[in-house]
T-cell receptor, first 108, second 115 residues
Framework: GQSLEQPSEVTAVEGAIVQINCTYQ??????LSWYQQHDGGAPTFLSY????GLEETGRFSSFLSRSDSYGYLLLQELQMKDSASYFCAVRDDDKIIFGKGTRLHILP | ETGVTQTPRHLVMGMTNKKSLKCEQHLGHNAMYWYKQSAKKPLELMFV???????ENNSVPSRFSPECPNSSHLFLHLHTLQPEDSALYLC??????????????FGAGSRLTVL
């Protein structure tokens, strides 16, 4: 079957760094992406990894290890506005499959 | 108008009604998707259209019927739904090749309540 596993909740302090992990098991793999969704809003694209290694976009970075079927999203200098749900997603041929999401709580 | 637009934003229907959700994208994308988001199964893929051809059905009940008349428009026809079908229905689009095939742009969603 196809599955993406990520923690259901993570809590961190404002200004700190947090890492959200994602492991996947899919029949095909064409890339790992990350999306952010605020309450009441639609998911928005954050980052994509097609090859192994680290991709950096401002305060957000994403990492992929295809041999380990593993990736993570790293959020630095956390701000209160980063409180949201974060989803990892894998493209498997024509499908994009999402994990169940990680709810990030940020404490002041 | 840019991005992905979904209408209606909210819909309440009885189990015997027939209604349709509409999605329109102005991004020049060639793939469009319907996702169902509920508390039990976040972001569950329902249908995928690539170059106006349906390529993925994901075993969705026949009471949901998609239609893609062209690469910019996508519909989800609803008929004799069940209360457990109440959810947020999200439309998304992407390119079909390259890095852009991994970047979904979502609409704001249609919140469906089945009484």
């Amino acid at each position: 079957g196809q599955s993406l596993e990520q923690p259901s909740e993570v809590t961190a302090v404002e200004g700190a760094i947090v890492q959200i992990n994602c492991t996947y098991q899919t029949s095909g793999f064409y890339g790992l992406s990350w999306y952010q969704q605020h309450d009441g809003g639609a998911p928005t694209f954050l980052s994509y990894n097609g090859l192994d290694g680290l991709e950096e976009t401002g305060r957000f970075s994403s990492f992929l290890s295809r041999s380990d079927s593993y990736g993570y999203l790293l959020l630095q200098e956390l701000q209160m506005k980063d409180s949201a749900s974060y989803f990892c997603a894998v493209r498997d041929d024509d499908k994009i499959i999402f994990g169940k999401g990680t709810r990030l709580h940020i404490l002041p | 108008e840019t991005g992905v637009t979904q209408t209606p934003r909210h819909l309440v229907m009885g189990m015997t009604n027939k209604k349709s959700l509409k999605c329109e994208q102005h991004l020049g994308h060639n793939a469009m998707y319907w996702y169902k988001q509920s508390a039990k199964k976040p972001l569950e893929l329902m249908f995928v259209y690539s170059l106006e051809e349906r390529v993925e059905n994901n075993s969705v009940p026949s009471r949901f019927s998609p239609e893609c008349p062209n690469s910019s428009h996508l519909f989800l026809h609803l008929h004799t739904l069940q209360p457990e079908d109440s959810a947020l229905y999200l439309c998304a689009s992407s390119q079909t090749q390259g890095t852009g095939a991994n970047v979904l742009t979502f609409g704001a969603g249609s919140r469906l309540t089945v009484l």
